[in-house]
C-alpha cells in the first residue's frame, strides 16, 4: 500500500527493502555514498534554495553525482540552471566525491 508519494534516492530507498536483502545489496552496488552522506548532501542541495531545483532533481543528483556541467544539465530535463546556479551544485557535489 502507498502511504505517501515522496522521491528517495537510491540509498534512501535501502531503508524500505529490509525484508528484501537480495534487492538491497543489489541496490547498494549502484550508490556511492552512505546514507549519512545522502542525507548531508540532500540538507546541502535543498539548502541552496533554487527555485529551478525540484525534489526529483536533488535525488537524480544525488544517484548520479555528476561531475561537470554537461552531466548535471541531463538531470535538468526542460529547466537549465544558470552558470552560478550550476557551479554552485557541482561544488556541493565536490564535498561529497
Known amino acids: 500500500m502507498i502511504k505517501n508519494k515522496e522521491s528517495l534516492s537510491m540509498i ?55 561531475q561537470d556541467k554537461e552531466d548535471l544539465n541531463k538531470i535538468f530535463i526542460g529547466v537549465s540552471p544558470n552558470e552560478d546556479e550550476t557551479n554552485k551544485i557541482l561544488d556541493t557535489i565536490k564535498e561529497f566525491s
Open 12 to 66: 534512501e530507498v535501502v531503508q524500505y527493502l529490509e525484508e528484501n536483502k537480495e534487492l538491497e545489496k543489489f541496490v547498494k552496488n549502484f550508490t556511492k555514498l552512505k546514507p549519512k552522506e545522502v542525507a548531508e548532501l540532500r540538507k546541502k542541495l535543498e539548502d541552496l534554495n533554487m527555485m529551478k531545483m525540484k525534489k526529483e532533481h536533488i535525488v537524480k543528483v544525488i544517484d548520479i553525482l555528476p
